[in-house]
């Protein structure tokens, strides 16, 4: 029988709890479910549909990522341009009313979301390939709009273009002579293949990127890195017309006139890479087509408008990286205390031949300041003849220095390098700024910005100077390679693209030419005693009158055969055609010298003492990859020595504590270990260790980057030291050390070492153009076949390892038979290495140098005619 009194309590308190349930649970929502989320799609991974229609509804969903602090004329004048876009799209013509009109985003006074590949790498495949049954609604983007200047230069004050009949200039072009129909057949035949493979590359690209900077040639997908408005697209266009395809040439250009220019991504703008990609491109594919295309040169006015921005500083130097939208645009700033020459110097042609076009005078004016400010200084250097490689353009010399600022070293500047102005870190595989792999010397220049002070703001409290060192730098740096190359190579081509008015710009070349060959050049040592020459780089460090040398090859100073070349024909410089076939012929020797038959990026390789006269020397080489045999030898004589010492006292303590033992009565306590023993034994093993470590020291100093030092040491070229064991055998193993022979082999089997390298600081080749470049002018300048015979070479090399299913990829080591593709293909592969590799097997009246001058990016722009 239940007997309630003793579950009454609990019964009660299960009837409230009921009723209390009932009561508050229709009336309260504690959990209310969760709206659906929209997933977070950047804009340039959304499906793209050409053909499609734009649909626009009455009342668009707006989305406006505006800061805090944004006040409301911001918020209706944001409204306003999206309205006023809108509205001009629904009016413009049919070809653009097709036109996909892509969400935007709008950043203001928080800094832009920056590219991220990791996340960018998935998106981008995966809504190709199943893209979303609704798209997100579009957020308003920032339009850039032309703002007062601060610093303008009167009609009366801007430097004008030089007036008068263009000077007969040297003819450059060899006098070619008729060829055999044998030779044109084999000759077509070539060119038929290097132009397949660029219809190859640019299919893949139409399909899988069209509108975007960048396809990833393994993937699919694209890659913005230069603002999205489609640099493959306007780098690509003149080549399109140089191999005659017009029909797609046509398509093309009807793609460029969907670009705007106005909006991007992007808070800032790369100026170099954008002058010379985008500006360079447009001006390039008007000037080829004979000017039937307007559109290129209104879309060249419209994106050069927008960059003359970067110019309103108080000394009309420009802010490499310029901040466009209205908001940032209309501040007071000064250019960087810490600028790539080579971004501060390439700005020279597409801007002259822009003035050209449009009789506009401030287009030429702003690039002339700059030349006029390099010209001042040249002579004034700690390497006169040339500038270094980074240099202050700011214009003022602040008064207010900290003492702390003296460490403003090199490893202070390169730690600059990862990350962005404000601090945020770099894309994984692209610089976000300048769109390069972050671990490959710039085709594209980073702008290392480490001044203190941010350009966004003035201060008076400074002296006017013109360009100067990077202040407070213990040591500046040169070379004519990355971060300077196009800085000297555009002194000749401006010199022609003046008509030959202008001498500044040939006494510029032939006293940086000058100093380079003084300095710079050097022939490397090789075992077939090949008579050619790279340039060095050279630092020359404050209060120390000896230069430091790095003999290096880089793939990025192979462009400057093909400008020695082209200087000795212009202005008659004996000898220089001389240095420049040996310096184009170095880089075809160094891509003889890889499996691949590619050349590395970078690499290291011996001086010869004299140029006129090299003799392989294998004891100096040797020595060079093994240069501590007798101390590394010696290290582990005096660790074996240190283990047969400690070896023999634990035998002797070992044995006395066994004779001790046998006096002594049983106990259930262990005996005492001998502290002074433990201890001895302690220091020796500190000392071996110690002495392994030198040995691991040694071998990072010698190979650098090339390997880890414990590897070095030990597993890559041979067992150099063991660590010492808690009981030691007795007598102890004698360690095993390698001859200086058996490590130099080692060294170079394991390092994957061509004959005559030293070391090589960097493996990948990135679809790079300026080899093909200095081989294409040297048989045009010479009209020697064996630069046709070597190009060829090159280019069935690189085809073969970097084609992919979709296009052409980078790879990641030339020095194996088999590299792995990197998934990246920049628009300089169909812009400049495809184009230089066609134009090596045309007629030579094709893209005539006679006629054209080719920028940094390989457009061609229409020389004056005499």
Known sequence: MLRFRRYRFFLIF?????????????????????????????ADSLPKSPTSSVEQSSNPSISLDIPPDSSSDEITNTVSEHATTVTASSTTSSTVESAEIKPTTAHYEIPFVEHSALI?????????????????????????????????????????????????????????????????????????????????????????????????????????????????????????????????????????????????????????????????????AYDVSGHKYSILLDKAIELAQILMGAFDTPNRMPIMYYAWAPKY??????????????????????????????????????????????????????????????VDASGCKYRDREIEDLTMTKSYISRRRATEPDGHKQDSTHDVKTGLHVD?????????????????????????????????????EFGLGAMADSTYEYFPKEYMLLGGLKDQYRTMYEQAMDATRKYLLFRPMTKDNRDILFVAKATSFKHKERLQYEYQGAHLTCFVGGMFGIGAKLFGISGDMDIAKKLTDGCIWAYKSTKTGIMPETFEVLSCKQQDSCVWDEVRYNKTLDPYAESRIELAEKQYQRKLELAKQLQLEKSKQNDESDNLPPSNTSTPTDTHSVNRRELLDEQAVEEGEQVVKMSEDTYG??????????????????????????????????????????????????????????????????????????????????????????????????????????????????????????????????????????????????EYILNTE???FKRPVT
């Open 329 to 390: 645009a209309s501040r007071l700033r000064r250019a960087s205390e810490s600028v790539v020459l080579a971004e501060l110097g390439s700005l020279l042609v597409e801007f002259t031949r822009l003035a050209q076009l449009t009789k506009e005078n401030k287009y030429y004016d702003a690039v002339a300041r700059i030349s006029d400010e390099l010209e001042k200084v040249q002579n004034n250097t700690s390497l006169p003849g040339l500038w270094p490689l980074h």
């Open 14 to 42: 299960t009837v409230i709890f009921i009723l209390a349930f009932f009561h508050f649970g229709p009336s309260r929502d504690v959990y209310p479910s969760p709206k659906p989320v929209s997933p977070i799609v950047p």
């Open 120 to 284: 960018q790498n998935d998106l981008d495949s995966a809504y190709q390939k199943n893209p979303p049954t609704t798209r997100p609604s579009p957020v308003v983007r920032p339009h850039w709009r032309k703002m007062p200047e601060h610093f303008p230069i009167s009609a009366e004050d801007l430097i004008r273009l030089p007036s008068g009949q263009p000077k007969s200039l040297p003819k450059l072009q060899y006098n070619f002579k008729d060829e055999t129909s044998t030779e044109k057949s084999e000759r077509l035949q070539k060119l038929a293949t290097v132009k397949e493979a660029f219809q190859h590359a640019w299919t893949g690209y139409k399909e899988s990127a069209m509108g975007h900077d960048e396809i990833r040639p393994v993937t699919g997908g694209f890659h913005d890195p230069f603002a999205g408005w489609g640099a493959t697209l306007v780098d690509a266009l003149d080549t399109l017309w140089i191999m005659d395809l017009k029909e797609e040439f046509a398509e093309a250009v009807d793609e460029v006139r969907k670009i705007d220019f106005t909006t991007s991504e992007r808070s800032d703008i790369p100026l170099f890479e954008t002058v010379i990609r985008y500006l360079g491109g447009l001006i390039s």
């Open 705 to 850: 980057k090339s390997s880890k030092a414990s590897e070095a040491s030990q597993q890559r070229y041979g067992q150099v030291f063991e660590d010492t064991p808690t009981v030691p055998e007795f007598p102890p193993t004698r360690p095993s050390v390698l001859s200086h022979e058996g490590y130099v082999e080692n060294r170079i089997k394991n390092d994957r070492l061509p004959s005559g390298f030293t070391s090589i600081s960097g493996r990948k080749y990135i679809l790079r153009p300026e080899a093909i470049e200095s081989v294409f002018i040297m048989f045009r300048l010479t009209g020697d076949n064996y630069w046709r015979e070597k190009g060829w070479e090159m280019f069935e090399a690189i085809d073969k390892h970097t084609r992919t299913l979709l296009a052409h990829s980078a790879i990641n080591d030339v020095t194996i038979e088999s590299p792995s593709h990197t998934d990246s293909m920049e628009s300089f592969w169909l812009a400049e290495t495809l184009k230089y590799s066609y134009l090596l097997f045309s007629d030579p009246s094709v893209i005539s140098l006679d």
């Open 440 to 476: 490959a010397e710039p085709a594209n220049y980073k702008s290392l910005s480490p001044n203190r002070n941010p350009i966004s703001y003035l201060s008076d409290d400074c002296d006017e100077q013109g360009i100067s060192s990077v202040p407070y730098a213990t040591m500046d």
């Open 858 to 860: 390989a457009h061609p």
